[in-house]
């Protein structure tokens, strides 16, 4: 089977982006964080950085212990995007591209005489001149794969950095890939690790020995035999996303780690998530809103389905209710004994807003007006002109930061796909990485208050 896949991963993009922006910043370790905080997350770091052992998820404090030089520098989604666009249309220029996996990922297929081996080397080579002279600084580089499909090639870019290129051929399928863990594989994560282990595959040979039946149990569908053929180099079409929800979630800073402050919080999430919601056309079914504590490994759940609709007060009006009911008093949170450590909102049985069918004497549609009327006011005259009351303390916390001058394209700021796709994934590890920190700090205190054996006081006679 031939090269059908070249795929391009830009290394430590967020961080490099920032080193091709800022000279003085070029061959240093560098972290990027949302938020310049002892307790902000790293949603990148450079090459640099991750010699040190700084990587991302990991906390800005951490990182400086790591790398006590380390430049802790804040992210500017809109340079990142803008970026995104000037380096795909680098890619673009060498070969066409397939799809974009991410906001430093993308896909190319190759065809005709590019899909031999040499031919495909020197398309690779050519993406690579071309990423260079869109990025003259050098902070900017690149790792190719070269596969039959996609997911091989865009596992065969995290087997060489920075600036790798790997080719994966079928003579090479599947020894070349045992020397890998299973979580380095694109679609296992620690919970799906966890599932294969309860089916005995413990390790990428025995994933790859599997039959097609067992990964079909394993990932409990049709995804267990599109992973069996991918293993094998079968050329697999792309498969169409569809949206099924619209969401936000944000770990706190230390400041809004109180109930007023997560309950200001989660009202901001929320509003964005509507307002994207009305963006795309669409209606939302159901609610579901999640807190996470300090120290505490289950979380608060609430989750309500009601008819379609796109009215944040609406959204606003049930959340809060939820809250209220479970929380001691008016305006607290459930388990009051607990510190918040992140939020999240989602709005989910999602429909277009033309396929509803709706009550036309439902009292709704004017608070639906009054959303439309917000978007208007803050898209012309900037975000937050006019606001809930109820995220006023919260203004400055998950900040929408592209603005529309420097993206015109998109009609929300922050609404770029791809960057909250990189964001979710950096606050999850911070998520588990706070928890980490808890649990630590829990186990120093129990030791310290466990009491020391005394010595007796009348040793035993010899």
Known sequence: MTLRSLFVDFNSYFASVEQEDSPRLRGRPVAVTPVIAPTGCCIAASVEAKTFGVKTGCLVRDAKKLCPGIAIVEARPSLYVAWHRRLMAAIDRAVPIDAVHSVDEAACELIGRQCRRDNAIAVAHAVKREVAAAAPGGAIRCSIGLAPNHWLAKTGTDMQKPDGLVVIEQKDLPEILHTLELTDLCGISASMQARLHAVGIDSVAQLTAASKPLLRIAWGGIEGERMWARLRGEWLPERQATRGSVGHSHVLEPALRTPRGARAVLTKLLVKAAMRLRGYGLLAGALSVRIRYLGVEQRWEYDASFDPSDDSRAFLHRMNEALDRAAPRVGGLPWPRAKPLSVSVTLHRVLPCAE?????????RKGE???????????????????????????????MRIPFTRVPELEQEEDHELWLTAMNQAKVLA???????????????????KPVPRPPSNPPAI
């Open 431 to 449: 998520e588990a990485e706070h928890r980490r920190h808890e649990r630590e700090r829990a186990e120093r205190i129990a030791r310290a208050r």
């Open 356 to 364: 509803s069918s709706r009550d036309l004497f439902d009292d709704g």
């Open 369 to 399: 007006a009054l959303s439309v009327l917000l978007d208007g006011v803050n898209a012309r005259f900037g975000n937050n002109t006019l606001y809930f009351g109820g995220m006023h303390s919260a203004l400055g916390a998950a900040p």
